[in-house]
C-alpha cells in the first residue's frame, strides 16, 4: 500500500514515520511507499524495501493537495497545522492552512471520483472544548472553542464526517490529548511548562511551574499518540457511522499528580529542581482547558492509552532518554 | 441604522421584510435604508421613510459579498441557503453557498478592520444534530449533522462564534426549528407534510400523511421565526460569551397532537381530510431528526415561541387567511 504523510517534519509526524518503517507494514498490509510532506521539507530515511520520498509543500498553495493525492495513496495522515498560538496571532495563516487546506484535500480526494475512497486520519484536538464543561467530559458534550486553532480543527472535523457519510473518503479525526512529555527544547507555548517540569528535571536542569500545583489536565505520551495515528489507520470504521470524530483516552493529571510520578520515577532531587513562579496569563490561559474526559467510545473502538502519570514519563526515559535517567546519575548542578 | 438582508427573497425574509418596514425600526433604533440581496432579485416594497433598495447577488461570486457590506450596514441578516435536499444531491453548490458564501461575507466584514462590528444574525437548522441523540435534546448536546446542509451550517455557526470571540463581528446563530406551517404550496421537502396536513385541510383540500401518528418532532410558527431573528438583532449579546449558537424554543409535537389541534381550531372534517399513506423513506428520514429541545439558554435570554400547536395553527389562520378558516365554511369537497 501507498501511505502519504502531510505533517511529516513535526514531532509527531517524524515519530509516525519511524513507527511505519519500523513495522515495514499499516493495517495490516505491506507498506511499499511513503511519501512525506511538510512545508519545510522531512527528512527522507533510508528503509529496505519501502520507497521513501519526501517534499516541501504548502497545502495552502493552488494545485499542492491535487499533486499530493495524484498517486492515489490508500491511507492519508494529515497532521499538517497552524499551532494554536501562532493560528490566533495570525487568523489568515490559521484560516489558510487549518480550514482552506484541509477543505484542498480533502476537495483533491474526492476529485478522484468513485472508486477511490482512503483512510484519511486528521489529528484534531481537545482544544474543540472551551469552557464552560464538567470535570469529566462525555463523548456527547458539545465542543465550543476557545481559540481559532480549535474552531478551525472543528471544521476539519466537521468535513471528514460529512464526506465520509457521503462515501468520498474513510476518515477518522483523533481529538489528541494535550502531547507530553514532549521532547526537545522548552518552547513558548501555553502548554509547555507541562512537559518542561518534567523533561529539565528528568535531565537534571531546573524549570519553572507557572500554575497551582491543583491545574487539572488531559495527557497522553507522543508513544500513545503515534499509537491512536496507527490503530485509526487501521481500525474498522464501520461502527463510527457518521460521527467521524473521536475523544481519546488520556490520563486526567493534575500538576500535583505529575510531580509525585516524577519523584517516584526520578528522586526527591528531581522535584527540588522545579521553581514555582506563578504566572497569571498562562493560568488563566490553561484553566479554560479541559480536564478530563469519558473517552467510552475510542475505548469500545481499542484505542489505548497510558494508565497514570508513571507510564508516561517512563514512555518517555525509553523513548528519548535511552532507558537512563540522568537526573539520577548526577546530571545537572544545584 | 443601516440594515441588510441577505436571502431576502425566501419565506422568511419576505417576512422579516415587512416586519422592519412596519415596525420601522430594529433594536429600538430607526431604519434608515434597507438592502435587500438574494440570488433571484427580492421585491423592494414602498416604505415611507425608508430607503428600501433590492438586488439580485450571487453570493458564491467573487466580490459579492464585499460589495454588499461596502456601506456598513448596522445589522445584517444571512438568511441565504441552499436548503437540505438540494445541498445533499449537489456537494458543490451547497459548500459553494452554505460554506464558502457564508465565509466570504464573514471575510468581507472582517477586512473593514477596526471599528466596525456589525451584528450578524444567521440563520442555522435543527438539521445540524443528526441521530442518536436524547429525546429531549440540552444545549450542550454536541451537534452530529447527517446531511451537508447541516455540517455545512454547523460550520457556519463555528465561524460566526469564532470572529465574534475575535471582536471582528457581533454575531448569533439561531438554530431555527422546523417552521411550520409553511404557507404556499405543497413542496416536495421530506418536511414538507408537516405542513401540508394541516395547511390543506385549513383549506378544506386533501392532504397525505406518509408518517405514523406517533413521529415526534421539534416546531415554530413563521411568525415565531421572524420574532426569533428580530429579538436576535436587538439582544444584549455579551451574555452569549464565545457560544453565539442557540438552540430556539419551539413545540415538540407529534403528528397526533398537530392532528388534534387541528380538529379543535378546524373541526372534525378537517382531520377527516387528511390520508395517511405509509412512505418508508420519508418514515425513514424523519426518524433521524430531533424530536424535543431544552432551550434554557435561549429562553433565558428572551427567545419566545408558541407554546402549543393550537397557536401555531392560529398564527397560520391570523397571517396567511385572514383570520378565516376556509374548511369550516365549507371550501373544498369530499
Known amino acids: 500500500m501507498n501511505v502519504l504523510i502531510i505533517g511529516a517534519a513535526g514531532m509527531i509526524g517524524r515519530k509516525l514515520t519511524e513507527a511505519i518503517l519500523r513495522d515495514g507494514g499499516l493495517a495490516g498490509r505491506k507498506v511499499a511507499a511513503l511519501h512525506l510532506a511538510d512545508v519545510v521539507a522531512p527528512t527522507a530515511p533510508d528503509a529496505p524495501g519501502i520507497a521513501v520520498t519526501a517534499e516541501a509543500a504548502d497545502l495552502a498553495a493552488p494545485g499542492t493537495a491535487a499533486r499530493l493525492v495524484a498517486g492515489k495513496p490508500d491511507v492519508i495522515f494529515h497532521l499538517a497545522a497552524i499551532v494554536s498560538g501562532q493560528a490566533e496571532v495570525d487568523l489568515d495563516l490559521g484560516l489558510a492552512i487549518n480550514l482552506d487546506g484541509t477543505r484542498a484535500l480533502l476537495d483533491a480526494i474526492r476529485a478522484h471520483g468513485p472508486g477511490y475512497c482512503p483512510r484519511v ?18 463523548d456527547d458534550f458539545a465542543p465550543s472553542p476557545r481559540t481559532s486553532y ?147 467510545r475510542a475505548l469500545a473502538l481499542g484505542f489505548t492509552a497510558e494508565r497514570d502519570f508513571d507510564a508516561i514519563i517512563t514512555a518517555h526515559v525509553e523513548d528519548e532518554l535511552g532507558g537512563r535517567i540522568p537526573v539520577l546519575e548526577g546530571a545537572g548542578g544545584t
Chains 1, 2 share one sequence.
Do not use: Y
Not at 494535550?178 to 502548554?191: E, F, K, L
Not at 495515528?229 to 481500525?235: G, I
Not at 520515577?265 to 479554560?288: C, K, S
Open 121 to 138: 486520519v486528521f489529528t484534531s484536538s481537545i482544544a474543540v472544548f472551551g469552557a464552560p464543561f464538567p470535570e469529566v467530559i462525555p
Open 150 to 296: 480549535g474552531a478551525q480543527k472543528l471544521i476539519g472535523e466537521i468535513l471528514v464526517s460529512d464526506f465520509s457519510r457521503r462515501g468520498l473518503l474513510d476518515g477518522v479525526s483523533l481529538r489528541l490529548p494535550t502531547i507530553c512529555i514532549r521532547p526537545g527544547a522548552p518552547n513558548a507555548a501555553a502548554s509547555g511548562f507541562f512537559s518542561g517540569i518534567l523533561r529539565e528535571p528528568l535531565q537534571g536542569l531546573p524549570a519553572v511551574l507557572p500554575v497551582e500545583r491543583d491545574v487539572r489536565h488531559w495527557f497522553a505520551s507522543p508513544r500513545s499518540a503515534v499509537g491512536f495515528l496507527l490503530h485509526a489507520a487501521a481500525m474498522d470504521t464501520g461502527p463510527l457511522g457518521h460521527r467521524r470524530a473521536l475523544n481519546l483516552p488520556g490520563v486526567a493529571a493534575t500538576v500535583g499528580d505529575q510531580i509525585a510520578a516524577l519523584e517516584r520515577v526520578a528522586g526527591r532531587r528531581a522535584v527540588e529542581l522545579i521553581r514555582p513562579e506563578h504566572d497569571p496569563m498562562v493560568a488563566e490561559i490553561v484553566a479554560g482547558w479541559p480536564r478530563a474526559f469519558a473517552p467510552e
